[in-house]
Structures are given as structure tokens and as C-alpha cells.
């Protein structure tokens, strides 16, 4: 007998009879199968509650159809990890498409490669019509066997997380095909008992659901409060073309661009809003003691650093959260090497403002800001990128100031503020530090930055909440499948 040298640990090496293979032969897949996968109910395999083979996405739409109300696609990055995804920021409508991707109530989409693989998604009435783009598999399921929700239920729980763990093929990319996911063996009560599992889960995804709805109420009636308090009344928006037509004095042009969004009636309303605020005002530009851009700096996967250099998380665009202030995912933080000199010379300190001056979109201008509350990231400095600024401001209370300039954006006034070059957006960075600035006493001030801290607090409470009502049902239901 093959006797295993002393040096290699006994726990990672094992023997697999034939019989116990099927499909692929690797080590973690073959540790999945030895385990003792517990369940109160007989198991199925996924192919057995079908009624059709699965149906691969198209990486390219096909022929028109428009006939049909706003199609839209749904793509792997629309799936969140809850098997949840948001209408309204679904992808520009589609225009050609293809009927055999056309989703129906209770179809199943699940990503078959990347790094949302395993991912699962349960179509539901819908404002428009959609359709699922590449990278996803759907799913029909024989209703006559299995309730379609209890199927997506399923995937949401542990049980099915290690599966796909130890099935999918990390070379390359991680990737499952339709006939592994139709290997995925799932445990499958009565359709009454199915029943009573999906209402506990829907139960917990309608309270998420009211949590977050509350909590993007509190979000969304900030900018409204700090409008209140500081008298500006917005104009009346009106798209008549009579409203869209006007004319620009030449003197009002010299030495500056010519551009329709800079002196369009919409943006001169705004601006005078601004002025007709009973407190005083000063421009941004008056406060700033020290402002300069960043440095994009070197890689930062080394195992030993350079000696005149720092490690840190650089920020960028990405980590602009437009609801709260940064968020930084442990999944898509960049670490750089920044000279030291550098780093000590400009690295952003608390209270310090984050402007972005590159980048945006057509759905999302340039110019968000940030305010810095950390000065690392799980004990790594923070710095940030070429394609932003940072400001230090005086005489005026940082987090108040940074509220504002978050709602400016929000209204649209820092949108005329920027340039468009080959498809990059760039903030006209004079026109920005030379905007007006509403300037209540120093205690208003603490006032309104402290109310709005108080309701993005309580939002964000709201949202955990929501996050623990659905991660509490997850786990009672994988009790009254699995039992244990």
C-alpha cells in the first residue's frame, strides 16, 4: 500500500472510489460529496423540476421588437446578494432584442461566471418589459413539481453557497454550465410545505423591502431640509421649448466658454435661488486654505515595500457613495504605493473634502464630494487618485459645507460646472471654487450638519435592520429544510 511521506498532512489527501464520481473529478468537489449533507427532505436534482433545457443569455441583442414598452436588459452586475435587483437603475432601454430572452413571471436567472457566479435572480412583474443579457442562465420551472420561489430560495441560503464553491472552476474566471447547475441537488418537501417555507422568506423580503423604503425617504428629504433652512426656493421647472430658447449678452461671454447648460434659464434660476437666501454669502474659494489633486502613485501588491514609499488605499470615483459619504468594498479597494514624501506632504486628514474633478457620466455628472471621516481603511492609509482634489476649508464648519455642496450637486447647480472631452467629463475647477456658498451663523450651521447627520444615521439604521430581518429568515428557513 502507497504510504503518504511524513512531511504531507494526512487531512488533505484521500481516497475516491469510481462509483462515487460523476462529472468533473477534482479535490474540492470530490470533499463536497464525502460530506454528510444533512436534509428532512428527499433530494432532487434541479434538472428533474425543469421543463425545458436552460437558456443561455446573449451577449448581443437580436431583432427589433417595438412593439414592446421600454425593454430593458438585466445583466449579471444588476443581481445584488440577496438575488435582488433595482428597476430604476437598470441599463439604458434596448432597443433590438431577441423573444427567445424574453423573461416571464417566476423564470430564474443565475450568473454563470465571474465573480457574482452563483448569483440567482427570480423575475417579477415588471414597469417594462424585460429580457436577460449574457453571463446568466434561465431557468423554467415545472410548477407542477416545485414552487418557483422555493427554487430561488434556495440559492439564497449557505447550503447552496458552499455547492457552488466547491463546483465552480476557478481557472480563469469562476465559471458553472447549465449542466452543472441542473447536477445541483436540492431538498424538495410537499408543495404545501414549499409554500409555507417561500411565504417565511417573502415575508422577510417585504420588511427589507419597507425598511429601505423608509430609509430612502429619510435619504431623499435631506437635500429638502437643508433647502428650507437656508430659504432657497427652487424655480419651477418648465420644459417648454419657449423655456429652452434664449439669448447670452456677448460681455457675458468674454474670456469665458460658450456653453447652453452655463446660461440656460434652468441654471441662472438656480444660481439666483442661491443669492436670494437671506443669509450671507461667500464663495467656496474664500474658505479654502489648501487645496491640491492626488496621485494615482505605483502597484501596490508587493510583498515588500520599497524603502521611500507608503502603502495605501487610494480613492477614487468608484468609492463615492451617493446616498452616505465613501464606501470602500473590501472587493474593489485599490492599494498603491505612494512616495512617502508625498503621502506625509498631502495625504487627506479629517474633516478634509474630496472633490471629484474627472470622470462622471451622462447619468451621473462630475464634480460628487466627500468629506474624510477615517484616515485609513483596516489600518492602511488612505490617499486618492490624480482624477480627484482635496480641499481644507476655514471659517466655515467642514461638515456643514460638505452637506451643501452635496445638495448643490444633487439640484443640479455643479453641473454647469463641467466640461466634456472625447466622452470624460472634467469640473471647470474656478467655476467650482468660485460658487456661492450660503453662510449662516457658525450654530445654524452645527444645527443643520448635525440634524443631517441624525437622518442618515437613523437611514442607515433602517437598512441594517432590514439586512438582519432577511439574514434572520435565511437561516430559520435553512432550519426547516436542512434541520440543523
Known amino acids: 500500500m502507497y504510504q503518504v511521506p511524513h512531511y504531507i498532512d494526512n487531512n488533505k489527501v484521500f481516497i475516491v472510489h469510481r462509483s462515487e464520481i460523476e462529472g468533473r473529478l477534482d479535490p474540492k468537489m470530490a470533499l463536497y460529496n464525502r460530506k454528510v449533507l444533512h436534509s428532512l427532505y428527499p433530494k432532487v436534482k434541479l434538472k ?5 433545457k436552460p437558456q443561455y443569455g446573449a451577449s448581443e441583442p437580436g431583432v427589433p421588437r417595438s412593439s414592446m414598452k421600454e425593454p430593458r436588459y438585466i445583466r449579471i452586475t444588476d443581481i445584488d446578494d440577496n438575488g435582488l435587483i433595482s428597476h430604476d437603475e437598470l441599463g439604458a432601454t434596448a432597443s433590438i432584442i431577441e423573444e427567445k430572452y424574453y423573461l416571464n413571471e417566476n423564470d430564474i436567472l443565475i450568473a454563470r461566471s465571474g465573480a457574482t457566479v452563483g448569483k440567482a435572480y427570480i423575475h417579477k412583474s415588471a414597469p417594462y418589459d424585460c429580457f436577460f443579457a449574457g453571463y446568466l442562465i434561465r431557468f423554467i420551472i415545472n410548477t407542477d413539481k416545485a414552487v418557483p420561489e422555493y427554487i430561488f430560495t434556495y ?17 480563469g474566471q469562476p465559471n458553472i454550465n447549465s449542466e452543472e447547475y441542473q447536477s445541483l441537488e436540492i431538498p424538495l418537501p410537499n408543495i404545501e410545505k414549499q409554500q409555507v417555507i417561500v411565504d417565511v422568506i417573502k415575508s422577510a423580503y417585504l420588511q427589507k423591502e419597507q425598511k429601505e423604503s423608509k430609509a430612502q425617504q429619510l435619504l431623499d428629504s435631506i437635500d429638502a431640509y437643508l433647502l428650507n433652512e437656508l430659504g432657497i426656493i427652487l424655480p419651477n421647472e418648465d420644459y417648454g421649448l419657449d423655456k429652452r430658447m434664449f439669448y447670452v449678452s456677448s460681455c457675458e461671454c468674454v474670456d469665458k466658454r460658450i456653453d447652453p447648460k452655463k446660461y440656460s434659464p434652468k ?3 438656480l444660481f439666483q435661488a442661491i443669492e436670494d437666501s437671506l443669509f450671507p454669502k461667500s464663495s467656496l474659494a474664500s474658505f479654502v486654505v489648501d487645496s491640491c489633486s492626488g496621485d494615482w502613485g505605483s502597484d501596490g501588491e508587493v510583498e515588500i515595500i520599497p524603502s521611500g514609499w507608503t502603502k495605501c488605499v487610494v480613492l477614487r470615483g468608484t468609492e463615492f457613495d451617493s446616498k452616505y459619504n465613501l464606501s470602500i468594498s473590501q472587493d474593489k479597494v485599490k492599494q498603491r504605493l505612494i512616495q512617502t514624501e508625498k503621502f506625509k506632504k498631502f495625504r487627506p486628514l479629517l474633516n478634509e473634502i474630496i472633490i471629484e474633478k474627472s470622470g462622471g457620466s451622462e447619468d451621473q455628472p462630475v464634480g460628487r464630494v466627500a468629506i474624510i471621516d477615517d484616515e485609513d481603511y483596516n489600518g492602511i492609509p488612505l490617499f486618492f487618485s490624480n482624477f480627484l482634489m482635496k480641499i481644507r476649508v476655514k471659517g466655515i464648519d467642514a461638515n456643514y459645507l460638505y452637506y451643501f455642496l452635496k445638495t448643490m450637486y444633487n439640484i443640479g447647480v455643479t453641473d454647469s460646472m463641467q466640461s466634456q472631452t472625447n466622452g470624460i467629463r472634467n469640473l471647470i475647477t474656478k467655476e467650482f471654487l468660485e460658487q456661492k456658498v450660503v453662510v449662516p451663523p457658525n450654530e445654524k450651521q452645527l444645527e443643520i450638519s448635525n440634524r443631517i447627520a441624525e437622518m442618515r444615521l437613523k437611514a442607515k439604521q433602517l437598512q441594517e435592520e432590514g439586512k438582519s430581518i432577511l439574514a434572520n429568515a435565511k437561516k ?3 432550519q426547516m429544510i436542512i434541520g440543523k
Open 48 to 52: 428533474d423540476v425543469l421543463v425545458c
Open 155 to 171: 440559492t439564497q441560503l449557505n447550503a447552496y453557497k458552499e455547492w457552488v464553491n466547491a463546483i465552480q472552476r476557478p481557472c
Open 267 to 269: 441654471t441662472k434660476g
Open 476 to 478: 430559520e428557513v435553512e
